[in-house]
C-alpha cells in the first residue's frame, strides 16, 4: 500500500483540520476561564485531536515505510536463525580458546 497523492492530501487536510481545531481551543480557552467544565471538555476535545494527529502521522509513517523495512527485518532475523542453528556455531574456536586463560574444559 503505497501512500498516493490523493492519500497524502488526504492525510494533509486532516492535520490541517485538527491543527486549526487545537489553536481555535487554545484561542477559546481564555474566554471561558471562569468555566472550569467547560474549559475541562475543551481539553479533552484538544486531547482527542491531538491523539488522532499522532495516530495520522504513525499511519503515514507505517505506510510510507513499512514495506521497505520488512524485507530488511527478514534478511536480519533469517540471517540470525541460520546462524544460530549452525552446529559449527557451537564448536570450539581457536580465536575464543587463548580468552579463557589457558585453561580447557574437560
Same mark, same amino acid.
Given at each position: 500500500? &503505497?501512500?498516493?497523492?490523493?492519500?497524502?492530501?488526504?492525510?494533509?487536510?486532516?492535520? !490541517?483540520?485538527?491543527?486549526?481545531?487545537?489553536?481555535?481551543?487554545?484561542?477559546?480557552? @481564555?474566554?471561558?476561564?471562569?468555566?472550569?467544565?467547560?474549559?475541562?471538555?475543551?481539553?479533552?476535545?484538544?486531547? @482527542?485531536?491531538?491523539?488522532?494527529?499522532?495516530?495520522?502521522? #504513525? #499511519? !503515514?509513517?507505517?505506510? $510510507?515505510?513499512?514495506?521497505?523495512?520488512?524485507? #530488511?527485518?527478514?534478511?536480519?532475523? &533469517?540471517?540470525?536463525? #541460520?546462524?544460530?542453528? $549452525?552446529?559449527?556455531?557451537?564448536? $570450539?574456536?581457536?580465536? @575464543?580458546?587463548?580468552?579463557?586463560?589457558?585453561?580447557?574444559? &574437560?
Amino acid at each position: 500500500m &503505497k501512500l498516493t497523492i490523493g492519500r497524502y492530501s488526504a492525510i494533509l487536510c486532516l492535520q !490541517t483540520l485538527l491543527i486549526l481545531i487545537d489553536i481555535g481551543i487554545n484561542t477559546f480557552s @481564555v474566554l471561558v476561564r471562569r468555566h472550569n467544565a467547560v474549559m475541562l471538555i475543551l481539553f479533552i476535545v484538544q486531547d @482527542v485531536c491531538l491523539i488522532f494527529a499522532l495516530a495520522a502521522l #504513525l #499511519l !503515514t509513517f507505517f505506510f $510510507d515505510l513499512c514495506l521497505p523495512v520488512a524485507p #530488511l527485518y527478514y534478511y536480519f532475523y &533469517k540471517r540470525a536463525a #541460520l546462524r544460530i542453528s $549452525d552446529p559449527r556455531f557451537y564448536e $570450539d574456536v581457536e580465536w @575464543v580458546q587463548p580468552s579463557q586463560g589457558g585453561q580447557t574444559c &574437560k
